[in-house]
């Protein structure tokens, strides 16, 4: 603060200006505590249980610390030697995850800036139409949906059914119960996530920027790559997000489409919290995959939009 | 008009003379999902003037935290056998006596003096039954009283095998298959179960609930499930056949037992007392085509159920099964590690 004292006029404008923020701060006050109560609570709660002792029948031994929980996130004595080694089993289903949820949001982008184009280049009065229609999953269970892509892929499905019959295979292919058809499973159920942001930033180019583009001799690629994807940038870093993070923790699909033989983080900590009944190590695992997407998130986003300063 | 006030009153002092057991009023049952005959619920709330209310859970796990919790408003709880002892230790059960209950006698001696609740006084007989072999025999014609299909599947079966995603049964049929007991800490022994598990993993479809639409369809050739779901399985799909694995077999119970924090104790023990009754629990059986454990309800049981081969066990195969008890934590633990291990 300067040692003056500050000008006359400013005094009460000053005045003003401080009430001014604390009616700010009262009235998103019940939002914020909201939010403190409904996100950071459990995340309280899970951090809490994390450092407990596990009980002998699920639960946790109040009051009873331990680093048992966190130790089994990444080291683990080998079952049969006792040998201290790195948890490559945990590890294992880590990349699993991440490498399908990169996968996903992958093919999400391939097929969803092109559909988010589209629309965006349609007449105003069509435009609210396909986006009504991209929402229409959104309406559906995630479950049935799933149930329901099942019923197209399985071996006497309606896909199989239709490649047999006009004689493409001559058997059915197994797409049901393999990685494939987890990715499948993944990309249908996000890919509205990701059009809808990436459509909200196309929506506002101006695409006069599109003919001077060719005006200036541009060509295809290079209007697509200098002027619309920068533009669109975004809305493709929202939609990445959204995609990415939920694909992380996807428990119903992998399990449904990927016949369950291999697990994912989501089955790894439903384990723990059940048969398993070893809830810190549960927690530890929840909060491990929660420090790990923020970190990423982090870095994805200071490079993006670094990007988009360039551009 | 005095006449009727009369009655109504003599009616209510014999129901107070009968115990406390008045009606009226509601009953709330947590119970597995797709499990409870409505006919039976239906016929509860007409008898005793209940208005019933059952809620699905899908794992014993699930059901103890969520009672564990509190706030649950829940009367009844369906845990299996290896987890009564759970509850029972954790405080949560009533203490209800269902062996003093009229309708105790129909019990099947056989299912009174049970390891998770020695004479009975906290459960009445749900429904049981055990993970077996369950195999489409158009495609495989051999010997299907074994482990071994799905453990060391035979050619025509292998990549077309689902096995029950439950770590408990799973281990189980394995220990058992390399000679073991359940529980057993024998590090050399389960290291082969170990290994097996995951060479024979490779040789599987997929670890899914729900068998019979894939039975019927042919997706599946063989499968390690139960065998009520078995029988439903053959009902679609007439190739299909259950084996009782002679290495050893889980066997199951659900009993039906009353929470300690209760609202309506006394609606539940009439509810327990009404499903020893054998025309009742043939209903439960009928809904849900498991065994029961009361003694007389075959009679009141469909054909199919009666005579399903699925649900009687033959003599030979009888020792072999076991009802799968809760290990020690240290074990229990030990195995999560190992089932961790094989399904990363």
Known sequence: ?311 | MRWKLATGTALVLAAFAAGPASAAGDLNIYNWGDYTSPELIKKFSEVHDVKVTVTDFDSNDTALAKIRAGGHGFDIVVPSANYVPIWISEGLLLEARPDQMPNFKNVDPRWVDVAWDPGRHYTVPWQWGLTGIVVDTSLFKGEINTSAIFLDPPEELAGKINVAPEMNDVLFATIRYFGGSWCSTDKEMLKKVRDKLVEAKSKWLAMDYDIIEKFASRDYGAAYYWNGAAMRSREKNPDVRFGFPKEGYPLFMDSVAILKDAKNPENAKLFMDFIMEPENAAMISNFAKYANGIAGSEAFMSVELKTAPELNIPAEYEAAGEFLLACPPEVNEFYTRLWTDVNK
Do not use: C
């Open chain 1, 1 to 311: 603060m300067p040692s003056a004292a500050p000008h006359p006029a400013v005094r009460p404008r000053g005045a003003r200006r401080g009430r001014e923020i604390a009616r700010r701060w009262l009235l998103s006050a019940p939002a914020l505590l909201v939010i403190l109560v409904a996100a950071v609570g459990p995340l309280f709660v899970m951090a809490l249980y994390s450092v407990m002792a596990k009980g002998d029948f699920g639960d946790v031994r109040f009051g009873t610390f331990s680093s048992e929980g966190w130790f089994g996130v990444f080291f683990q004595r080998d079952i049969f030697d006792d040998t201290l080694t790195l948890a490559d089993a945990h590890l294992t289903i880590f990349w699993r995850s991440v490498v399908l949820s990169l996968q996903t949001t992958l093919a999400a982008l391939l097929l969803g800036v092109p559909t988010a184009y589209f629309i965006a280049t349609r007449p105003a009065r069509s435009r609210e139409i396909w986006l009504f229609l991209i929402t229409i999953p959104f309406w559906t269970n995630l479950l049935i949906r799933t149930f329901a892509i099942q019923e197209v892929i399985r071996n006497e499905g309606i896909l199989n059914g239709a490649l047999v019959g006009l004689g493409i295979v001559d058997r059915p292919v197994q797409i049901m119960f393999t990685d494939t058809a987890i990715l499948i499973g993944m990309v249908y159920v996000y890919l509205p996530l990701m059009v809808l942001p990436v459509y909200a930033s196309m929506e506002k180019i101006d695409f006069r920027l599109v003919e001077a583009g060719y005006d200036l001799y541009a060509g295809r690629l290079a209007v697509l790559r200098r002027i619309i994807l920068p533009l669109a940038r975004p809305g493709i870093v929202a939609g990445s997000i959204l995609v990415f993070i939920p694909s992380l923790g996807a428990y119903v699909t992998p399990r449904v489409l990927g016949g369950g033989k291999n697990m994912m983080l989501g089955n790894l900590i439903e384990l723990q919290f059940g048969p398993g009944r070893n809830w810190p190590l549960g927690a530890a695992i929840s909060i491990t995959l929660m420090a790990v997407v923020m970190l990423a998130l982090l870095v994805y986003v200071r490079n993006a939009t670094k990007g988009g300063q360039h551009g």
